[in-house]
């Protein structure tokens, strides 16, 4: 009997055991295996297991996805595997999207596969002595015809910002955090995404709020860190420096609807350091640091906090939010020896199957008594489930000598990062890779643009990045306010 000749129902069985490269190959061979081959049924089976970031948003569910969307997601999926898995990668293709223009960039973040590309500026307008931001939002669907969707400027200094895509990218929503006058402050701003056909014009939306932090019981200068958005709820991380020289890290949360606020109890932040905020599926992650020890708690959001956008005032606006008891806990201590790692934790601002995290140690940190030396690590934390700190892996980054590692970018789903080397002897810059290790896959650590890359630019005017794992897709800015797209695959 043929293969062909077998019930579906056995061929089911059988491709239970076959990866999607299997089944790929086994279409090839006949109109019957081929039909089998395409169905429906057999992707959403077959792309539960598959170990690479597709580009499907987290909000779309597998069933409604035809297999022939599947399989494109897929090949191309592998097609960026294989060169990314080269020595140094090949670049399918770059372009240019803004030349020198005197208004370096002070931070990039890809969304949506590296479909939209949203940025931030800082320069001084003349005859003024203070700073202005510009935020603009870039549409790279074609990146031959790149253009922006969305430009505003602030009056200010900028501190941080973050944007959420809505109803199928139809519009978007940007929070900016940023200084005037010595006031921290924050702006909320809603516009649509026109991205269906060229256009150089420049949607103008009015600001839908302007927050400013609410009086705190803990006194100090207070300077914003971050800020994330998700569920219509702002998390702001603000680091208060004391009077006597110290600094703790708090958090307020705010509805960016009504922009009603409170601060979170700082019971919840106060014994950690490097401290990092993200929310996810109602729930909060706080992340941070305490001595040579990386730890992850995350708790409900409570109800009346998701219940903002609805409500008109706050009951007692000066109160604290209590985010109850703890739903999960997890920690991970570097290895024996090892000298606390002082850089920041750098951690996607959403994940998926785990929590990846990876830091760096400005000074280099070696593991006493031996000749090995890592300047960075890489930690996976469970995500999802009630797991346990056995499940929680770290792979140790070994850096060369003299060098400091910058601008780190790491995907949703961990599986992909990269970052700016910058050699302190030479001043020389690179772009380095890694991919964590899985259970099919090794990890992959090494260099994605080498100092001398072959291209219309210096890495070593390089300033700012971004990066999207499941596009492959690598944006670099230059401190002369140019901007480069490049694509791996």
């Known amino acids: 009997m043929r293969i062909a000749d077998l019930p579906e129902d056995i061929l089911l069985n059988i491709a239970q055991f076959l990866s999607v ?110 700073f202005t931001t510009r935020m603009s939002v870039w549409s790279l669907k074609d990146v031959h015809q790149p253009y922006r969707v969305f430009s505003v400027e602030i009056s200010g200094t900028y501190r941080s910002s973050t944007m959420a895509l809505h ?110 905020v993200r929310m996810h599926d109602k729930q909060i992650f706080i992340l941070g640091q305490k001595s040579n020890t990386t730890i992850v708690r995350v708790y409900k959001l409570p109800q009346y906090v998701l219940g903002w956008d609805s409500a008109t005032t706050l009951n007692d606006a000066t109160s604290l939010v209590d985010l109850g008891s703890v739903v999960s806990e997890y920690s991970y201590s570097l290895p024996k020896g090892m000298i606390s790692m002082t850089d920041e934790l750098h951690v996607p601002r959403q994940f998926r199957l785990t929590i990846p995290i990876v830091m760096f140690d400005i000074a280099g940190a070696v593991i006493r008594g031996t000749r090995e030396q890592s300047s960075g690590c890489a930690i996976s934390f469970p995500y ?18 003299a060098t400091s590692q910058q601008l780190g970018q790491i995907g949703a789903t961990g599986h992909r990062m990269v970052w700016l080397e910058h050699d302190l002897e030479t001043g020389r810059n690179r772009v380095m890779k890694f991919s964590m290790a899985t259970e099919r896959r090794k990890s992959i650590h090494g260099v994605l643009l080498p100092t001398q890359p072959h291209l219309p630019f210096a890495l070593d005017a390089c300033n700012a990045l971004a990066f999207d794992e499941v596009s492959g897709r690598l944006c670099l800015a230059f401190y002369d306010g140019s901007l480069h797209v490049l694509d791996f695959v």
Not at 84 to 107: D, T, Y
Not at 213 to 227: E, F, K, N, S
């Open 167 to 276: 109803h199928s990218s139809s519009f978007a929503t940007l929070i900016v955090a940023f200084n005037e006058e010595d006031q921290e402050l924050q702006e909320i701003h809603t516009f649509p995404l026109r991205g269906d056909s060229y256009s150089k014009a420049v949607t103008s939306p009015s600001v839908l709020k302007r927050l400013k932090l609410p009086p705190y019981t803990v006194p100090g200068y207070r300077v914003i860190q971050d800020v994330v958005l998700a569920d219509g709820i702002i998390a702001t991380t603000v680091a208060i420096f004391g009077d006597q020289g110290g600094v703790s890290f708090h958090i307020l949360l705010a509805s960016a609807s009504k922009g009603l606020s409170q601060w979170v109890d700082p019971q919840f932040s106060q014994d950690l350091g490097s401290l990092k």
């Open 21 to 130: 490269q299997d089944i790929l190959a086994l279409k090839q061979t006949c109109r019957v295996l081929h039909a089998f081959g395409s169905t429906d049924y057999l992707w959403h089976r077959l792309i539960e297991r598959f170990d690479l970031p597709i580009g499907i948003p987290s909000d779309v569910p597998i069933h409604a996805l035809s297999s022939d969307e599947l399989q494109r997601q897929t090949i191309k999926a592998i097609k960026l595997e294989l060169n990314w898995r080269r020595a140094v990668p090949s670049i399918k293709q770059s372009r240019m999207i803004l030349g020198p223009n005197r208004e370096p960039f002070a931070h990039m973040e890809l969304l949506r596969e590296g479909n939209w590309l949203l940025t931030a500026q800082r320069y001084h307008r003349l005859l003024m002595t203070r």
């Open 384 to 401: 999802g489930r009630h797991g346990s700190n056995e499940e929680v892996t770290c792979t140790l980054l070994p850096c060369p000598d």
